[in-house]
């Protein structure tokens, strides 16, 4: 495994990840750091008793924005319109809650304060954004993660209601699509998004795509993002 030096943002070539995917420790977790491994399709993950540890794993798990499954029960609470949705109106609620709140089977959670910190900065900048599930005045859920050109990079979700982060996510997706998209990285396995559509692919593919559409040019999601879009 290699160390990142404090005063470079160079990585390794993600070849030499290990067959789990980790590629190296160390370094800052500053806004550039991370843009920087993200241009070399690099991210983030660890704990709070860990070194920023950063990850390129083979096989990548995606989902095509074409691929997209929606379940006949989903299609029912997007047709009686149990959420309304936003873009970027609470990013800070959105990280937050996806840093709290309890998820089943795990111990603890991989937002350290430090990530919440510079997902936050990334967001001013223009890189991260969030959507939203409301019900009435109240976030029940979302979702973020970052986008260059036309690339989505999925971080975390969360809900407080049945169904919220699914409707925002499948909202995004079809939103994504429609704005051609190419691909949603969705980094690690879950059984969660594979139900969605999401599948594995090799990492040198992976690495293809975002070489030709995922260059460091922000998108204005807000601008693109019809919360109606989906057909139902």
Known sequence: MYRLLPDSLQFPPVELADENGLL????DVSAERVLAAYDQGIFPWF????PPLWWSPDPR??????????SKSMRQVLRRKQFTFTVNHAFEQVIANCRHTPRR?????????EIQDVYCELHRQ???HSVEAWQGNTLVGGLYGLIYDRCFFGESMFTHVS???????ITLVANLKRAE???????????HLESLGAQMIPRRMFQQLIKYYGRRIRVDL???FDPLCYQI
């Open 24 to 27: 190296a420790y160390g370094g």
């Open 47 to 50: 704990d709070e008793d860990s």
């Open 61 to 70: 798990f995606v989902l095509f924005p074409e691929n997209l499954i929606v």
């Open 105 to 113: 089977g795990q111990d603890g959670t991989w937002i350290t304060p």
């Open 126 to 128: 223009g890189w991260a």
């Open 163 to 169: 169904n919220a982060s699914k409707a925002a996510f």
């Open 181 to 191: 998209f190419v691909v949603i990285d969705c980094q690690v396995y879950t059984e």
């Open 222 to 224: 807000a601008a693109i």
